[in-house]
């Protein structure tokens, strides 16, 4: 087998691999031997039948399978080669007693990165989040620990609710006295909340409601078994020992509390600023890459989001398919820019991620996995794709981080600070509750 470079186009590589006639004829014995496994063809025992029968039983599909064999050997050869779609034939035929295929190989793009130093990234002041941590945190600790007692009368916001409830779907019961308790708050909207809002022990409250993306209608019956009212305690003295051992005082609780905010800040802090680092990075990054790279990885984000029934959802976002398209496009450009970004900086720095990261971070996600520091170990070292994703968010991190080291960090303004919240607050609305 010859591989000869033909041309060059953006990422898109294009080789003549070119097969002689010792080729080939090995490649018609191999076919042969695989049809005598496989059929029985009249006239002939199995395993027996001469290649030139095998030919003319095949007629035409047999130079297709012909090259189907010396295919295979062109993906053996490129099995250690770096690409970053599977290699694709363009074109393939018989020549003479030889063979040519013509394959593209889609290679990583070729990068250039722009001057990263003194990025402009923003974090809020951390004086202002540390107090409202303190502040927000003592709020929970007086609602932890609230007196919380037997309320005759309506049910008012902060009250505790049990309740009783009965669904019904198309006459058929989907829920059957199902007891819950619901602590009221004011900006809890759901029908199942504020429908018991004014109610007392022993009402019950019948209401129909849709959800939203579907016609479906469903009849709720709920029946209120109790009504408890919350006393949240007065922060004093007495308050800061009660919920805290430690703290003799209610300034004491509150040095505490500020201690905690303080790492709590600066936890969340590098979080936050790696997530601008990311956002930011394709605007430092120019790529080439071939149309028909990017048409593959949206035709698979196309497969992949019907095959987790999300395609419709986006469909009815984007407003039509062209602009879903262009959405799928745009998404995929970006990520493959980052991705080069990470991979060139990584390469670069010598950024590698060893094996005692590897262990520390698994044992700090094995909360999240709902698994034992011991077990998640154990699950990295028996799981290479689980392995491989956390080397590369380790490499990712590694890259951002010396990123945020260059650049040029500076506090929020108020009202920016607040624009970002909004904007985190509306895109984080979930509209599946009860």
Do not use: C
Not at 283 to 297: A, G, Q
């Amino acid at each position: 087998m010859e591989k000869n470079f033909v041309k060059k186009e953006e990422n898109v590589e294009t080789f003549l691999f070119s097969f002689g006639s010792e080729e080939v004829r090995k490649a018609e014995m191999d076919v042969g031997r695989y049809v005598n496994q496989q059929y029985t063809i009249p006239g002939f025992r199995k395993g027996k039948v001469p290649l030139n029968i095998v030919r003319n039983f095949l007629a035409e599909s047999f130079e297709e399978m012909v090259l189907e064999v010396l295919s295979d050997r062109i993906e053996e050869e490129l099995k250690e080669e770096k690409i970053l779609i599977p290699a694709v034939i363009t074109d393939q035929k018989m020549e003479g007693e030889g063979a040519r295929i013509e394959v593209k190989l889609h290679r990583d793009p070729e990068v250039k990165i722009l001057d990263y130093e003194n990025l402009d990234l923003k974090v809020p002041k951390k004086d202002e989040v540390v107090l409202n941590y303190v502040n927000n945190r003592l709020e929970e600790l007086r609602n932890e620990h609230a007196i919380v007692e037997p309320k005759e009368g309506p049910v008012r916001n902060g009250d505790i609710v049990k309740i009783e409830y009965t669904i019904i779907k198309d006459g058929k019961k989907i829920a059957e006295n199902k007891v819950q308790e619901l602590t009221i708050a004011p900006e809890d909207d759901r029908p199942i909340v504020k429908n018991v809002i004014g109610k007392a022990k022993g009402d019950v409250v019948e209401f129909d409601r849709t959800f939203e993306d579907s016609d479906n209608e469903y009849f709720y019956s709920v029946k209120i078994l109790d009504v408890l009212s919350k006393s949240p305690l007065d922060l004093d003295d007495e308050f800061a020992k009660t919920v805290n051992a430690e703290a003799n005082s209610l300034e004491e609780l509150k040095r505490i509390v500020e201690k905690e905010g303080v790492e709590s800040f600066l936890n969340w802090q590098k979080d936050f600023l790696r997530q601008q680092a990311m956002d930011k990075i394709n605007d430092l990054v120019e790529i080439e890459i071939s149309d028909s790279t990017l048409d593959y990885f949206v035709q698979r984000t196309i497969e992949n989001s019907k095959k987790e029934k999300s395609y419709d959802n986006y469909l009815k976002q984007a407003g039509s398919e062209e602009k879903l398209l262009e959405n799928f496009r745009s998404g995929v450009f970006d990520e493959i820019k980052k991705s080069r970004f990470i991979d060139e900086i990584a390469s670069k720095e010598g950024f590698k991620a060893e094996q005692e990261e590897i262990e520390a971070y698994a044992e700090e996600m094995a909360p999240y996995w709902g698994i034992s520091a011991d077990r998640a170990r154990e699950m990295v070292a028996s799981r290479e794709d689980i392995k491989e994703d956390i080397i590369s968010t380790i490499i990712r991190n590694k890259v951002l981080d010396s990123v945020i080291e260059r650049a040029a960090i500076s506090e929020m303004e108020p009202s920016t600070e607040k624009e970002e919240k909004d904007g985190e607050s509306s895109s984080g609305e979930d509209s599946s509750q009860q």
